[in-house]
Every structure is written in C-alpha cells, then in structure tokens.
C-alpha cells in the first residue's frame, strides 16, 4: 500500500524554524514529484512548493520564497521541507503528495496521486 507520512511539525515561536519531512512507504519516491501544501482553518489548500524526481527543478510559492526549501534524499526515501523565519500565519496542516512521473511539476491539489496525512505546524509565541 502506498503511503506517504509526514513529521515534524510542532509548536514554534515566530522567527523560529522547522524541518518537516514526508516520508514514503510501499514505493520508492525516485520516480514522483513531491509537493507541499498546507491549510489553514477555513481556508483552501494552499501549493507551497514542489520538485521534480530528479531533484533537478523546484518552484515555489510567490508566498514562501526565500524562506522554505524543499530537497530530497531518495536513497533515504524522503522529501523535506526546511523552514525558516516562520510568522504566525504560516499556522496550518502541512501536507505532502506525489504523483508518478519524470516531468517538471504541476499546479495545483488535483496533479496528485497521493496524499500524507498531514502534520500539524502552529507559530504562536
């Protein structure tokens, strides 16, 4: 069964980091695209960032650029999420997915196959 987990999320002070990572089971992640979102209470989900299977592109939000960083370490199986100067709206259920393929990545929830359960980041001093 395919399965996608992520970890890390917390409580944090604002200006704080984190690093989530999202991690597979049931299959190798060398052949998917990997992204990121979140969402907040109320609000839509909301594409953060995503890279290639090959690691070789990425692209990011206009919202998180220059603060979050996604790399992959396939032989560990993982995709993280690394993140830093954290704001009180940066509050939500952060999420990973995947969808199978060499291409460069999609737009949007519906480019997925796959889908974590999600993990819980909260900014609040």
């Known amino acids: 069964q395919l399965q996608l987990v992520e970890s890390g999320g917390g409580l944090v002070q604002p200006g704080g980091s984190l690093r989530l990572s999202c991690a597979a089971s049931g299959f190798t992640l060398d052949y998917y695209a990997i992204g990121w979102f979140r969402q907040a209470p109320g609000k839509e989900r909301e594409g953060l960032t995503c890279?290639?299977?090959?690691?070789?592109?990425?692209n990011y939000a206009d919202s998180v650029k220059g603060r979050f960083t996604i790399s992959r370490d396939n032989a560990k199986n993982t995709v993280d999420l690394q993140i830093h100067g954290l704001k009180p709206e940066d509050t939500a259920v952060y999420y990973c997915?995947?969808?199978?393929?060499?291409?460069?990545?999609?737009?949007?929830?519906?480019?997925?196959?796959?889908w974590g359960q999600g993990t819980q980041v909260t900014v609040s001093s």
């Open positions: 890279i290639s299977s090959s690691g070789i592109s990425t």
């Open positions: 997915a995947a969808r199978n393929t060499r291409k460069i990545c999609g737009a949007g929830t519906l480019w997925y196959a796959y």
